[in-house]
C-alpha cells in the first residue's frame, strides 16, 4: 500500500485504499480518543467477526473516523460479504440484526454488502453536502476510504 496522507481538507485520497490493521493504528490513532475507536474496532473484529468467519471478510472504513477530526464520534464500516458461501452471508446479516448493540458496544455503524455495490461505495465516498459546504468544496467531492483485510 503506498503511503497516505490527509490533503488540506483532512480527508483521503478519492478512492479505496487498501490496508492492515497496522497501516490503521499508524494512521488513524494519533490521539486518546482515536486509539480508543481504534481498540473498539479491534474488539469487535476479534469478538464478533473471528468467531463467525473462517476468514474476516473485508471491512471498509468511513466517515470522520476516516478524516484528520480530532474526535470522531463512531466508525462508519461496510462488513463484504459478497464472495463468501451462503452460510457465511447468512451469519454476516445475522449480526447486522444487531447493529443497534453493535454501536452502543463497539462506537460501530455497520452495513452490510452481500455484492460488489459500487452504488454503495459511491455514496460513502461522497461528502455530505453540509460538509462539502463547510470546507468550501464541489458538492460531488469524493474523499478516500480504507478496505481493511
Not at 14 to 22: L, R, S
Not at 118 to 145: C, I, P, Q
Request: charged share 30%.
Amino acid at each position: 500500500m503506498p503511503d497516505l496522507d490527509f490533503d488540506q481538507y483532512g480527508l483521503l485520497p478519492e478512492g479505496i485504499h487498501e490496508c492492515t490493521m497496522e497501516v490503521v493504528e499508524s494512521l488513524l490513532s494519533w490521539n486518546d480518543c482515536r486509539r480508543r475507536l481504534t481498540s473498539l474496532l479491534q474488539e469487535f473484529i476479534g469478538n464478533e467477526l473471528s468467531l463467525r468467519f473462517k476468514k474476516v471478510p473485508p471491512l471498509v472504513l468511513d466517515g470522520s473516523y476516516v478524516t484528520k477530526k480530532e474526535e470522531p464520534k463512531d466508525i462508519n464500516l461496510i462488513l463484504e460479504l459478497q464472495g463468501l458461501p451462503d452460510q457465511q452471508k447468512m451469519d454476516g446479516l445475522d449480526l447486522c440484526q444487531r447493529c443497534p448493540d453493535i454501536f452502543k458496544r463497539y462506537q460501530i455503524d455497520m452495513k452490510t454488502a452481500l455484492e460488489p455495490d459500487e452504488n454503495l461505495v459511491t455514496f460513502f465516498s461522497k461528502l455530505r453536502l453540509s460538509e462539502a459546504f463547510a470546507m468550501s468544496l464541489y458538492h460531488d467531492h469524493r474523499k478516500g476510504l480504507l478496505r481493511l483485510r
